[in-house]
């Protein structure tokens, strides 16, 4: 099977633009979650899709979205970009019952200029 | 709530020596434990996972870590490291739910000397 894969690699914003972000799962998971990694905060959860739902939430603002498709492709999105939204952004897929084990995706590097 | 403290931002350790990679958690349910590594550039790569059974979880590359209930401790272990080994690993924790929330520790950056 395909791993996670994520669209694109790399991307380079300026303050105040909008960007998102693709994350195709593995063939048959239907649980797709996004993490935002930094050096200093680590890997915190921003939210998880099951079944084009949200299922569960981080603690972030707003400003950050998502949504997941009927195939259970998902997209993030982030409005009006501040500088401290440059991370490494990740998606983790699973088969979405119970505790399953996650499978990352390569992660998105996202600049903030 | 649930929490995870890796107590080593870094531990540098020679080829061929052991290494413990250290991970406490809190939880107020059951939970389910992991341990991930990334390699520079990489996304996370599971390593191995304990949710019942045994206390002494095994995993690939020769990891193999205890889970200590007692202790609310969840330990990486590896009795000889090589190069290869060089990466960040990371603790995380589920609570019993039936659904996915994990929380992630800071990591420890493992680098090993030759």
């Known amino acids: 099977k395909a791993g996670v894969t994520q669209t694109p690699r790399y991307l380079i914003k300026t303050r105040g633009q909008q960007v998102t972000l693709s994350c195709s799962p593995i063939?048959?998971?239907?649980?797709v979650s996004w993490y935002q990694q930094t050096p200093g905060q680590g890997l915190q959860f921003l939210f998880e899709y099951f079944s084009e739902t949200q299922r569960n939430k981080g603690n972030f603002p707003g400003r950050f979205s998502g949504r997941q498709f009927s195939n259970s492709r998902s997209e993030m999105n982030v409005s009006t970009l501040e500088l401290g939204d440059s991370a490494l952004y990740l998606c983790a897929s699973s088969p979405g019952q119970g505790v399953d084990t996650q499978y990352f995706g390569p992660g998105t590097r996202l600049t903030v200029l | 709530a649930q929490s995870v403290t890796q107590l080593d931002s870094q531990v540098p350790v020679f080829e061929e020596a052991p290494v413990e990679l250290r991970c406490n958690y809190s939880s107020s349910v059951s939970v389910y434990l992991f341990w991930y590594v990334q390699y520079p550039n990489q996304g996370l790569q599971l390593l191995l996972k304990?949710?019942?059974?045994?206390?002494l979880v095994k995993g690939i590359n020769g990891f193999e870590a205890e889970f200590n209930k007692s202790q609310t401790s969840f330990h990486l272990r590896k009795p000889s490291v090589h190069i290869s080994d060089t990466a960040e690993y990371f603790c995380?924790?589920?609570?019993?739910?039936?659904?996915?929330?994990?929380?992630f520790g800071i990591g420890t950056k493992l680098q090993v000397i030759p």
């Open positions: 304990y949710l019942s059974g045994s206390t």
């Open positions: 063939s048959g998971h239907r649980s």
């Open positions: 995380a924790v589920s609570s019993s739910g039936g659904y996915q929330k994990v929380t």
